[in-house]
Structure formats: structure tokens, C-alpha cells
């Protein structure tokens, strides 16, 4: 075999482990990648149903049960627009509170209950995962529209019986 021809070989089997490689890579990256989706997000059917992702939001106040076997709870999860409910077995971070922010990894099942594989708590006062505060944000922001147009519409239909 020539040299050209030996050269040529040895950049084709390069290019091809490298093909190789990160076709592998990719496919763990993809495997791996986790979504964020809010509560309302989850409600409109916007979420996969076979697959991990994360949702987030705040605790419903009062909305925490834990159960008979001492180690799996439940409780909801809301943007203040729309809650879902999630269930957990295992032992919640020491921050977990009502009220607060979290952020739970897992699948949605069938009957629409997250059963979470991991809960997240928020860390200090002032911290929300970002994806979390832009949710309740954008939700508070549809709600403040809302009832603006509620409110702008019966003012508009009184200003027109007068």
C-alpha cells in the first residue's frame, strides 16, 4: 500500500472514531437533558408523560400530607395560576416548608400525579430558581391582565346603561 493510500486510511478511520464518539456523546446528553415545565404548563398537556423533567413553583400552604409509612408525601405545587399534585417517598430537604419555593425531578404519571424522584427546596429568602420566578411572574401577569379586562369591561357595559 502506498503512503498516500495509508495516510488517507488513517484520516478516514479518525473521522470515523470521531463520528463515532460524538454520536455517543450526544445521545448521553439527550438521555440526560431534564425540562423545566411550571404547573400550568403541566395542565395544558404541554409536558411529556414518559419522560423526567422538573417542575416548579411553590408549596401549597396546608396542601402537605405525609403518609401512614412515614416516608412518602404529598403535596401541591402551584405558579399561583394552576397546582399539581406530587408525590415523594423519601426524605424531604431540611428548607421544604409550605409556602416555599421547590423544585421536584420526575415523571408525570397517567392519573396526572408528579411522582417526583427528587425535591429541591430553595436555599435563603430571596432565592427562586429562575425558571420558577419567571413562571409566577408570568402567571401573575395573566391574572393582573385578566381581571383589568374584567374590570375595564364592566365599567365599559355600566358607562353604556348610563
Known amino acids: 500500500m502506498k503512503s498516500r493510500h495509508k495516510r488517507f486510511a488513517m484520516i478516514a478511520g479518525g473521522i470515523a472514531a470521531l463520528g463515532i464518539a460524538l454520536a455517543l456523546v450526544l445521545n448521553a446528553f439527550r438521555s440526560n437533558l431534564v425540562f423545566f415545565f411550571t404547573p400550568s404548563e403541566i395542565v395544558a398537556n404541554e409536558a411529556p408523560l414518559a419522560r423526567n423533567f422538573r417542575v416548579g413553583g411553590m408549596v401549597v400552604a396546608g396542601s402537605v400530607e ?3 409509612d412515614g416516608v412518602s408525601v404529598r403535596f401541591l405545587v402551584t405558579d399561583t395560576a394552576q397546582s399539581i399534585p406530587v408525590v415523594y417517598a423519601g426524605i424531604l430537604p431540611d428548607l421544604f416548608r409550605e409556602g416555599k419555593g421547590v ?3 420526575g415523571k408525570l404519571g397517567a392519573d396526572g400525579v408528579f411522582q417526583a424522584e427528587q425535591v429541591l427546596a430553595k436555599h435563603d429568602e430571596n432565592y427562586m430558581p429562575p425558571e420558577a420566578a419567571e ?3 408570568r402567571a401573575n401577569k395573566a391574572m393582573r391582565d385578566a381581571h383589568r379586562s374584567a374590570v375595564s369591561g364592566s365599567s365599559e357595559q355600566g358607562a353604556q346603561r348610563q
Open 103 to 105: 423544585v421536584a425531578q
Open 66 to 68: 405525609r403518609q401512614p
Open 135 to 137: 413562571a409566577v411572574e
